[in-house]
């Protein structure tokens, strides 16, 4: 039996301690989940193993030989695939050259054999059941889920010794996280070391045998799956309970509509949908995924181009761009944080800033006491936890980097919310935080347009659930009737129950 024994790791960044003496035992034939909140060591001790950075102290051994991993390379030779959730595809390479990347079939003239290498791309999409993707097809023309399973597939393709799922169901549908589930299982079978990452309880319930816990860049608990419960396992991340992970909504939502689109259209992908939001609502998309959901979002905030009529507060618009979409108060925070939302090279500070740069400039100067009063009331405002304004945003945790993204959008002083798959990725806590902040926004007459993979998120989060289906909203769900089981129905066409269906407006 294998067995990957990580001992006292340590990883600093500046003043942050980022690994501050983790430990971990994971075992072959075993899924073995790790979890902890957004910043708790979970991608550093990912980045450490798979060879993006190097630990400052500790050890990493399999089968009781230190590993010395200084690169990439490194851990590919020791047996180590990693499945990033922040990609490490190359856009503008085909799904075929990212899965061989560094090992493409040569010919005699050290050239690539094109052909032989989408072929073997090809079939191995079908050995592992996501032959619909085109070998051929470029990374960048993909949507973000098939990008997933394509990170997922290049991570399998190589059968590692130890395969690392970070986060990985979470831009996936209901189907796709069903059948990496099952993947994760039969590669445990098969004799790998599975480290599954996943902020999901039920689904870690529904794949792993054992669990570690981390917290502050500490391991805090460790044990069989069936040890600790899904109470314990947030305590232990937390260091606290959380009460409520969803706040109450508001009694009543009124009937002042904000943001209007009539007959909106795009192809086939739009097709002529109708929609209100009103003030003081955070409104629901949901549906399968590849229903229309982004190109409806990308409309509004002028990142896609549509035809039909758009209106803010009787007022018709038209946001030709994201940044006259924000001109005119509509604000997305987009799906792909890392690729949209951030300069991951600039500051904390610099990334709040920059939409808002002209309003605390004098005579072409930034004004550095207003940026940084800025800065800090909203970073205090949504717990941003960096140790410094001055951190390169790509440095932090997924759900900092998330909260910056919601800064930004703050300052903008948007009146509309645009927010996709927000939370995905994101641990309980920050999640808590999140929708304590988008219903204090709501109290304070913002109109947020919400869409989730999430259901459970949909139907505690919104007030109402617009459920989209082959490019037009199927139906409206609202009141006792907000139910997963009624989302599902209208996401697959189906009808409600009879009392269900006098729910829907």
Not at 282 to 287: K, P, R, T
Not at 315 to 339: C, F, M, N
Not at 371 to 378: D, Y
Not at 418 to 425: I, N, S
Request: proline share 3%.
């Amino acid at each position: 039996m294998s067995v990957l024994r990580i001992t006292d790791l340590r990883k600093r960044y500046g003043a942050v301690h980022a690994l501050d003496g983790a430990s971990l035992e994971a075992r072959s034939g075993e899924v073995h989940a790790l979890l902890g909140e957004n910043g708790a060591g979970k991608s550093t001790l990912i980045k450490i193993l798979s060879g993006a950075v190097r630990h400052d102290g500790g050890s990493i051994a399999l089968d009781d030989r230190e590993l010395r991993i200084r690169s990439p390379r490194d851990a590919v030779r020791a047996g180590i695939g990693t499945a990033f959730q922040e990609l490490s595809l190359i856009p503008d390479l085909t799904v075929a050259q990212n899965l061989f990347f560094g090992r493409e079939p040569l010919g005699r003239l050290r050239g690539v054999r094109r052909g032989r290498l989408e072929q073997e791309a090809a079939a191995l999409l079908e050995q592992l059941g996501i032959e619909r993707i085109a070998a051929t097809a470029l990374v960048r023309t993909l949507p973000i889920a098939q990008r997933q399973l394509v990170e997922i597939a290049k991570a399998a393709a190589r059968r590692p010794r130890v395969l690392i799922l970070d986060e990985a169901t979470s831009a996936l549908s209901p189907a796709e996280g069903t059948w990496l589930l099952e993947l994760a299982r039969r590669t445990a079978r098969e004799g790998a070391i599975v480290i599954f990452i996943s902020h999901r309880l039920a689904e870690i319930r529904d794949v792993a045998d054992r669990m570690t816990v981390f917290r502050a860049g500490v391991d805090v608990g460790a044990g069989a799956i069936d040890q600790i419960d899904d109470d314990e396992a947030v305590r232990l991340m937390l260091g606290r309970r959380v009460e409520r992970l969803y706040p109450p909504r508001r009694e009543a939502v009124g009937e002042e509509v904000v943001l209007a689109a009539r007959g909106l259209t795009l192809g086939t992908r739009l097709a002529g949908v109708d929609l209100d939001l009103r003030r003081g609502e955070i409104l629901g998309v949901g549906g399968l995924q590849g229903q229309g959901q982004r190109e409806l979002f990308n409309a509004l905030a002028g990142a896609t181009p549509a035809r039909g009529r758009i209106e803010l507060e009787g007022r018709e618009i038209h946001p030709t761009s994201p940044r006259r979409a924000l001109a005119e108060g509509i604000a997305l925070v987009p799906e792909d944080r890392q690729r949209e939302g951030l300069l991951l090279d600039l500051s904390i500070r610099d990334n709040i800033a920059l939409p808002v740069i002209e309003r605390i400039s004098r005579a072409g100067f930034v004004d550095a006491r207003a940026e940084t009063r800025m800065v800090a009331e909203v970073a205090e405002r949504l717990q941003i936890t960096a140790g410094s304004w001055a951190r390169e945003a790509g440095s932090l945790s997924g759900g900092n980097q998330q909260k910056v993204v919601l800064a930004k959008t703050l300052v903008s002083g948007a009146r509309v919310l645009l927010l996709y798959d927000a939370t995905r990725g994101v641990d309980v806590g920050t999640k808590s935080e999140i929708f304590t902040l988008l219903r204090e926004l709501a109290g304070s007459g913002m109109a947020t347009l919400f869409y989730s993979t999430d259901l459970q998120e949909l139907t505690n989060v919104c007030d109402r659930v617009a459920v989209m289906a082959d490019g037009r909203i199927g139906g409206i769900l609202a009141g006792p009737q907000l139910t997963e089981e009624n989302v599902l129905r209208l996401s697959v066409g189906g009808s409600l129950p009879p009392v269900a269906a006098e729910a829907v407006r």
